[in-house]
């Protein structure tokens, strides 16, 4: 897993809870609310999670341990469901060559 600089997810967490707290100031001025969307989609780049929030939480919890211990307790979360495979099982399937 590659994960960005300290320096560079210290930066956009900075960015993104100053756009937070205007966009709660100011939350019907549409310039504000783009600018935080925009500040969190960048977060959730550089996070690799789905959501802003889930981003903004693992940014803190990178910032606060070392990169042994965060990518530990990433790997104690529970993650995305497995895929679940659809039809029928691959032991009832015939190859062309195995009639």
């Known amino acids: 897993m590659l994960l960005p600089a300290k320096a560079e997810v210290a ?18 001025d549409r310039r ?13 780049v550089l996070m690799g999670k789905r959501c802003a929030r889930e981003a903004a939480n693992a940014a803190e919890r990178y910032l606060r341990t070392t990169l042994v211990a965060y990518l530990r307790e990433e790997g104690d979360r529970p993650g995305p469901h497995p895929v679940t495979r659809r039809g029928p099982p691959a032991t009832d399937r015939r190859s062309p060559a195995g009639r």
């Open 11 to 28: 930066r956009q967490l900075r960015r993104y809870r100053a756009w937070e707290r205007m966009m709660l100031a100011a939350p019907t």
């Open 32 to 44: 504000i609310r783009d600018t935080f969307e925009d500040s969190g989609y960048t977060l959730c």
